[in-house]
């Protein structure tokens, strides 16, 4: 595990509550992560594992509580410490361990030691300073541990995650300083909203489906997993997102690119601020089809059967286990099929996926059939809301 980057001297710089607050957004941010992150384990394991989750989550939301009134609900955070010491390893391996090594075990550790950050008393500033220290290396051993499970295979990068954590730092001890901040003063999340100016990659008017066809190819070329994203809503729609970059260089280098794959020089960079990032897939899953003399072949794309392995590993692509698998309707098995059940669409995902729309929808970013043309022959994207 990475050496202690936020030391208890940095931590000393900070009032009490605003110690605990800082403790309670680590906990925090470690609670959303998990959330995205489901293990292949049997139903049971599975109902465990989102369990303790939510415990980490439940001791984040009342620490950061305490903080806001600047006073500790004693009862409840104790029950919460509780809960967490006293829970029954029912975990199976990797997930089950006698000491952290896990993302799981690592976010209860932070958030036990956030616990015991707002239970201490003000005055008692060595043993405040080494909880909150300890919450806040133990959340970054969640995310470096996240990155590097093999049941994830699509992890956070580290070093995303190690900025995030020292930006909120820097903002609450600047609110601090300008503020006059003490032991008793109340801090609330509030504290940590700050505005990050970030760039974007768009043309004027509504892009077509070609148009995000070609965006989406530059970024998986340059090397970027679109399964997780920086991501902001495409103006103007209800269902599509924009890669957000933070370096302004980098988005103008995209830009000019794009425009010359395109033959389109209206591609600009847009700027813009935002108070916090928002992470997820760019783009649905694609599904290619191809007419034959024989009925319509239809094909996972090869980026989109990684996808799908990276954030499940044990679906059966195509109802096999090998890649290239297709599947193909016949055209009077397909009318027929059409005929009594309605469009065959959906049953072409669950074999060439393995997977249910909804499954789809919410962890992969929906998915699309098209032609050979590029046409769209049937789409299912989520809803995203504008800021």
Not at 72 to 93: G, M, T, V
Not at 117 to 135: E, G, K, Q, T, Y
Not at 270 to 299: C, D, N, Q, V, W
């Amino acid at each position: 595990m990475p050496q202690e980057f936020l030391t208890q001297e940095d931590l000393q710089k900070v009032p009490h509550w605003a110690r605990v607050a800082f403790a309670a957004r680590c906990v925090l941010l470690v609670a959303r992560q998990l959330r995205k992150f489901t293990p292949p384990m049997p139903a049971n394991f599975l109902a465990e594992f989102h369990n303790e989750v939510a415990l980490v989550g439940s001791a984040g939301d009342a620490v950061a509580s305490a903080a806001h009134v600047g006073q500790a609900p004693e009862s409840q955070l104790k029950a919460l410490r509780d809960a967490i010491q006293n829970r029954e390893h029912s975990l199976p391996p990797p997930l089950q361990s006698e000491t952290p090594d896990n993302p799981l075990d690592f976010g209860l550790a932070a958030a036990t030691a956030a616990v015991e950050a707002a239970l201490v008393s003000p005055s008692d500033r060595i043993r405040s300073v080494m909880h909150a220290s300890s919450a806040v290396q133990n959340t970054f051993n969640a995310f470096v541990s996240y990155s590097q499970m093999p049941l994830d295979r699509g992890g956070v990068p580290d070093v995303f995650r190690r900025l995030t954590i020292l930006r909120d730092f820097e903002q609450v001890r600047e609110a601090a300083i300008q503020e006059g901040w003490t032991d008793t003063t109340p801090v609330g999340q509030s504290a940590f909203d700050r505005l990050m100016r970030v760039y974007t990659v768009r043309k004027p008017g509504p892009n077509t489906d070609r148009d995000l066809q070609a965006y989406v190819d530059l970024l998986e070329d340059i090397g970027i997993n679109i399964a997780d994203v920086p991501r902001t809503p495409e103006p103007g729609t209800e269902n599509r997102w924009q890669y957000v970059w933070e370096d302004r260089k980098h988005a103008e280098r995209f830009a000019r690119e794009l425009g010359s794959r395109l033959h389109d020089p209206s591609w600009q960079v847009h700027e813009f601020e935002i108070k916090e990032e928002e992470r997820g897939p760019l783009a649905p899953l694609t599904i290619r089809s191809m007419p034959t003399p024989e009925g319509i072949y239809f094909r996972l794309e090869p980026q989109s059967q990684e996808r799908v392995m990276k954030y499940f590993p044990n679906a059966k692509l195509g109802g096999e286990t090998k890649l290239a698998e297709q599947v193909m309707f016949p055209s009077q098995i397909r009318d027929d099929y059409e005929r009594q059940h309605g469009s065959v669409w959906n049953q072409v995902i669950i074999i060439l996926s393995g997977l249910s729309e909804e499954a789809i929808i919410e962890r992969l970013g929906g998915v699309r059939i098209v032609s050979q043309k590029g046409e769209v022959l049937y789409e299912r994207l989520p809803a995203v809301r504008q800021r």
